[in-house]
């Protein structure tokens, strides 16, 4: 008896030992991803401890969940962050709201605030732009150009050097002439300079805005913090706006910009025209953080995996959403095939293996299309992730050997996988390509 009971009590300090390490494992790599989307280090480091406290080890004995369950406790804490419940000024019909942006030059303000501008016009604003900037030369002509292409009228002067004058001059006319929405454009400097900062004083004085947005580029990194603080000591700012999100930054910075401002992220620059401006969400954002999802590198992939025959059919289902169980089970296959399976699990990450795992991950595919083997037809083809209720997922899990985590941990790579490319980048990516080959 006493040999029993030593067996089962190390068997017991293994068990805690290897939770703890797994635990740690994977807090380790979600760490990575986290500072490589340039998350503020004390930001991941907060978050490690937090998740630590707040992972109930014996709730990851069950074994095949543990990595779930860390990296969406990891996922909830990142979505509080940056949903703070707190909510911007948004601008109302009727009313004449006057919105000032700020932000280094560069950072994409000009751009951002036309598109802002043609965003509301579309919901039936009546939109004016005022062009504050007297500092860069050639910026009240960028701001008209952008203004045509969004059509919306515009006020500033080629010759006045006093940008507060021109602002406040731009806000009173275009009240005046009952818009209701008067957007104010400012100038930036390259660095964070006192006179930029008074000059945003000044203007936020003079013009009293609803809501000051500041602007920031999402490849600044690690530098977002203290930017986006400087930026709120000068002037009230509200919300915040992150651009170039169709770069390789994951935008990290944003979580920075959040805690610096105490604001919302309100909307995300995705290209350099009018219509790429997305109203922030939070999920798809948080998911791209942890590199979840970073499709352009899949559908790199796709295009050599697939046969040329099938590509297109295989693209336009991804980018529609009719993206079934039977082409994730074709795309599995090819990979599989061709021994592509890690370089293509690590992009859709959650699926990747860490380091010296490369075998369990190629095994997980394995299991998966056994699993898919057992499915019917209709379940195979269907694009309908709802299709899977509880009692087909029993049933699958059952018929081919597995245990219901499994099936479910596979549903929920097959729904990332179809709901990621709705993403217009996705698109994007096909079209360059097909274009390409022609
Ligand atoms: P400002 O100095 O803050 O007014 O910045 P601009 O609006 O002039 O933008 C600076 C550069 O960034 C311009 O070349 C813009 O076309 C570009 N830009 C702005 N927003 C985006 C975006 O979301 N994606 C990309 N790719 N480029 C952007
Ligand atoms: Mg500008």
Redesign the pocket.
Known sequence: LHGKLTRALRQLDNETIIDEKVLNDCLNEITRALLQSDVQFSLVRDLQINIKRTVNLGQLAHGYHKRNIIRRAVEEELCKILDSGKTSYVPKKGNASVVL?V?????????????YAQFYRKKGFKPALVCA?TF?AG?YD?LKQ?AMKANVPIYGSHTESDPVQIAVEGVDSFRKKTHDLIIV?T??RHKQEEVLFEEMRQISVATNPDLVIF?M??SIGQATYDQALAFKQSVAVGAVII?????HAKGGGALSAVAATKSPVIF?????HMD??KEFDVKPFVLRLLGMGDISGFTNKVHELVAVNQQHDFMQRLSDGNFTLRNMYQLFQSMHEMGLINEVSSMLAGLAAPKGHEKESQLKFKRFMIMMDSMTNEELDSSNPKLMNKSRILRIARGSGHRVEEMEEMMEKYKLMATIPKRRDMSAVSQNRNSQRM
Do not use: H, P
């Open positions: 942006f932000g280094l030059q560069g950072s994409g303000k000009t751009t951002t605030c036309t598109k900037d860069r910026a960028q952008n454009d100038s930036g602007v580029d999402s651009t170039k999100m169709d770069g995300i620059g995705t290209g350099e790429d401006f």
